[in-house]
Nanobody, 131 residues
């Protein structure tokens, strides 16, 4: 079965850390650009980091730059999102998505058109930052 499955979400206090995982099955993640997206209640979905499949280029949204780190382990067919210094504003459902061909990682993360044209989406994992 071809799918992406996120895990690692949960409840964390402000200032804490979480590591999310995005595991692929049925296809080889190494050939795909991967993005982490989040959607808070009442807000638009936003791409936060995206990583290419070819040259390793990475785009981070300003809201997470310096706090979040995206990485990929092709041997495990998994992409990770390390989230540090979490804030209440980071509370959202976090999704990973994969696309075989992209123009730039910045475009993948920031252009709404890409959101409707991903090859695969996961079902999401909830992250709640609260004391």
């Amino acid at each position: 079965q071809v799918q992406l499955v996120e895990s690692g979400g949960g409840l964390v206090q402000p200032g804490g850390s979480l590591r999310l995982s995005c595991a692929a099955s049925g296809f080889t993640l190494a050939y795909y650009a991967i993005g982490w997206f989040r959607q808070a209640p009442g807000k638009e979905r936003e791409g936060i980091p995206c990583i290419s499949s070819s040259d390793g280029s990475i785009y981070y949204d300003d809201s997470v730059k310096g706090r979040f780190t995206i990485s990929r382990d092709n041997a495990k067919n998994t992409v990770y999102l390390q989230m540090n210094s979490l804030k209440p504003d980071d509370t959202a459902v976090y999704y990973c998505a994969a696309r075989r061909f992209i123009t730039t990682v910045r475009a993948m993360c920031s252009q709404i058109g890409y959101y409707y044209d991903m090859d695969y989406w996961g079902k999401g994992t909830l992250v709640t930052v609260s004391s």
